[in-house]
């Protein structure tokens, strides 16, 4: 069984693919105006499950789009423990820490695309996060100023992650030309200049932030809100309406590529019927161990994250042992021959996640530090109790769900 994730959102709706062998499996997930209680659950990919509508969305359609490809890769600088790195994320999401957005680096796998600046443009290689809303240069490669460069007199800074987890960058706002194809073209966009001092991205140059625009709120010096990257696409008239498409393949998988779709959605990646959902509930082969509830989708976070009483009783039932080395829970092939199961029910269809679906690739065990053998289970702890306001977060794991045994 492959299956693969597809995500098309605005600023009010989020459209979750996912296709198996069995049961297409697809979540169109409608979000309106957010509970003031959570303000950086705002986000396009991390799609609410349970907001209540306000409007009605502009409907989605094909046309009128343009690509922009991405390259999806190994974060190989990441931290080692990708699941305490999820779980401070999640719980960022959960409270106001006082930070903008939330961290796009601390992924096993992170999204980059080729993102031209100026004109003539200079190209930079940008992680895409759908966490955060501004766009920024100078992690690696010095800006190149050219005649459409305006430096506004403002100053930036962003940080990202929770109290226990956060990065900064800070630097200079310009507004210049952006390029994502011929056809695709932002004039007066806003980009925030890092300073060298404060910056260090390796082979990445900076941020494409394809959040709303709530989350650029306390960002510049002037106090005002930053038209994002789609908010002038839409505009400028250069896409129809305001929804982006994201397409990726796992990277275990022979395409290892990706890409944006602003303006629609890749219709040749839908299999099947839309289905809406808006709160989902989870069983374990015939046991509940999530009861219908509220959460997100998510793709900057790796792994399945569910309620700290729904991870014990997954735990239980599975004879998982929690794995000191990588934070996630690790079972012998007996154990694993006898996994049921995941159930998810979501806008009143149950989709099936295979045991296969459950398990982490084994090629890619040395990136958690786990033993070339060993069998890890894709479902962690969020680290709250359900109740909390939000008790899952299905990850880039529960986008594509590969069988790696």
Not at 64 to 90: C, E, F, P
Not at 221 to 236: I, R
Request: hydrophobic share 35%; with cysteine; aromatic share 10%.
């Amino acid at each position: 069984m492959t299956m693969a994730g597809h995500i098309s959102f605005t600023h009010f709706e989020a459209l979750i693919l996912f296709a198996s062998t069995t049961l297409p499996l697809k979540l169109l997930v409608r979000k309106m105006v957010a509970s003031r209680s959570l303000p950086y659950l705002i986000l396009p990919a991390l799609a609410f499950f349970a907001l209540s509508a306000r409007a009605s969305p502009r409907p989605l359609t094909p046309s009128s789009t343009a690509i922009l490809k991405l390259a999806v890769r190994i974060n190989s600088a990441g931290i080692k423990n990708i699941a305490t790195a999820d779980r401070a994320r999640a719980q960022a999401l959960l409270q106001d820490s006082g930070s903008s957005s939330i961290s796009a680096t601390n992924g096993i796998v992170i999204y980059t695309a080729e993102v031209g600046v100026g004109s003539p443009p200079a190209y930079y290689t940008l992680l895409v996060d759908t966490g955060s809303s501004n766009s920024w240069i100078g992690a690696s490669k010095p800006y190149e100023k050219t005649n459409t460069s305006q430096d506004t007199g403002n100053s930036f800074y962003i940080a990202y992650g929770g109290s226990n987890d956060s990065t900064s960058t800070s630097g200079e706002e310009y507004l210049d030309t952006v390029t994502f194809s011929p056809d695709l073209v932002i004039e007066k966009q806003s980009i925030g200049v890092a300073a060298p001092t404060n910056t260090s991205g390796g082979s990445v140059d900076g941020i494409l932030g394809v959040g709303p625009v709530d989350l650029t709120k306390h960002t510049i010096s002037n106090g005002k809100e930053v038209p994002t990257v789609m908010d002038n696409l839409y505009a400028q008239k250069r896409i129809s309406s305001e929804v982006l498409g994201v397409f990726f393949s796992p990277v275990s998988a022979d395409d290892d590529s990706g890409e944006l779709t602003f303006g629609g959605y890749d219709d040749s990646r839908i299999v099947g019927n839309i289905n809406y959902g808006v709160d989902q509930s989870i069983n374990y082969g015939t046991t509940s161990i999530l009861t219908k509830t509220a959460g997100i989708v998510d793709t900057g976070t790796t792994f399945i994250l569910i309620a700290t009483d729904a991870f014990n009783k997954y735990r239980s039932e599975t004879g998982a042992t929690l794995d000191a080395a990588t934070g996630l829970l690790k079972i012998s092939p007996e154990k694993y021959n006898k996994l049921s199961s995941l159930y998810f029910t979501i806008g009143g269809a149950t989709y099936e996640l295979t045991p296969n679906a459950q398990i982490w690739p084994r090629s890619l065990n040395s990136d958690l530090d786990g033993t070339p053998d060993g069998i890890y289970l894709i479902v962690s702890d969020i680290g709250s109790n359900s109740g909390s306001g939000s008790d899952f977060v299905n990850g880039y794991c529960f986008l594509y769900a590969t069988p790696f045994y």
